[in-house]
Structures are given as C-alpha cells and as structure tokens.
C-alpha cells in the first residue's frame, strides 16, 4: 500500500515566507492595528464595568434565595451584561462594533466563545449547583485573556488572569464552592481592571 506523498515546500520559498513573518514592519503594521482597535472600541471598558455591576448583582442574589432559583435568576441577568456594557461603552466613547481591516471580527469572536463555555455552566448547575458561580468566574473570565493581547491591555491580563486563578486557588484552599465569597471576589477583581482601565485609556489620550 502507497503512502501518498505531501508536496515539499521549495526550501526557497519557505525561507522567503519566514523571512516574511519576521519582518519588522508586520510587527509594525500588527501593533498599529491592535491601537487603532484599543482606540475604536475604548479599549472595551463598558464590558468589564458591565461585569462588575453583574457580580455585584449575583452576590446579592445568592444571599436572598436558595441556590437553585439564585443560578436561575444569575444566569438571566447575563441577557443584560452585553446590553448594559455597549451603552457604557459608548459613554466613554467607544464602540464595541468598532471594525479594523485586519481584527474587526476578532474581538466578536472572543465574545462569542463564550457560547461555548454554556453546556458546561449549565451542566454544573443540574449536577452540583453550589459550584456554579465558581465555574461562571472561571469560564467567562478567562474569555478575557485574548483581550490582553488585542489592546495589549494589562489590565485585561489581571481581569483574565485573576478570574481563573484567585477563585480557583481561594476553592482549593478551602475544598468549598464558597457560593458568597466567589461573586464579591469577580466584582473585586472586576473593578480592579476598570481602574486599571482608566488609567490606560488616560495614558493612550496624553
């Protein structure tokens, strides 16, 4: 039986394309476009606000209901997270439908991953529903990642980073779900970004 044979790739050619890559001048061209993308969308800064009136919402929610209606009622109050975060966004100037030529769908794109991360909240909640605002955190958080390279955006690397970790090492530790403390500790972390937001969309303006 004959394996089939892939085309090499002339030794020429694929040496002119990494020489390509390499260039100087797409790094230039990459970083110009990831600031003109910061600058469109305002660095998103109405979503991670967004998020921290949302936090602030389910901490209230899981101390005046049981856990079940409390993860029903969380996860309807997601539907007003992207409403709220586009009109503040707009406050601060920016706009989330911002289009760039080479990353205007991108950052759409990290939004909708987070329709991915929906079979395993809402599995979690049917099966062990205490940990379902800790899989919320973590989850949705780290959606945020990707951000800290499209803005070049520490503040998003603490919102990203900090999500996935300080609830993750905080359960760990105490071997609990800690139902109360995990949304006062993604509002905490929230607002944190947002300070550290602001003092980048003030930097960006100088």
């Not at 004959?2 to 061209?29: F, N, R, W, Y």
């Not at 539907?79 to 205007?104: H, M, Q, S, T, Y």
């Amino acid at each position: 039986m004959s394996m089939p044979i892939t085309p090499a790739v002339p030794q020429g050619i694929a040496a002119s394309v990494d020489a390509d890559l390499q260039h100087p001048s797409l790094a230039t061209m990459l970083d110009v476009e990831r600031d003109r993308m910061a600058r469109l969308t305002a660095r998103g800064i109405g979503m991670p606000i967004a998020g921290t009136l949302y936090w602030l919402a389910v901490a209230w929610l899981v101390r005046e209901f049981p856990v079940g209606k409390a993860g029903t009622l969380s996860f309807i109050a997601t539907g007003a997270v992207f409403p709220i975060g586009v009109v503040v966004n707009k406050w601060f100037g920016g706009d989330l439908f911002a289009k760039a030529e080479r990353f205007g769908a991108l950052g759409m794109l990290f939004n909708a991953m987070q329709f991915a991360f929906w079979p395993v909240v809402v599995l979690v909640y049917f099966v062990a529903a205490p940990w379902t605002w800790f899989t919320m955190a973590v989850l949705f958080g780290s959606h945020f990642l990707g951000y800290a390279w499209l803005y070049r955006s520490r503040a998003y690397a603490v919102l990203g980073g900090g999500m996935v970790l300080l609830p993750s090492l905080a359960a760990w530790w105490t071997r609990d779900p800690l139902v109360t403390t995990v949304p006062l500790l993604a509002a905490a972390i929230y607002a944190v970004s947002v300070a550290m937001l602001l003092h980048e969309l003030r930097s960006a303006a100088r």
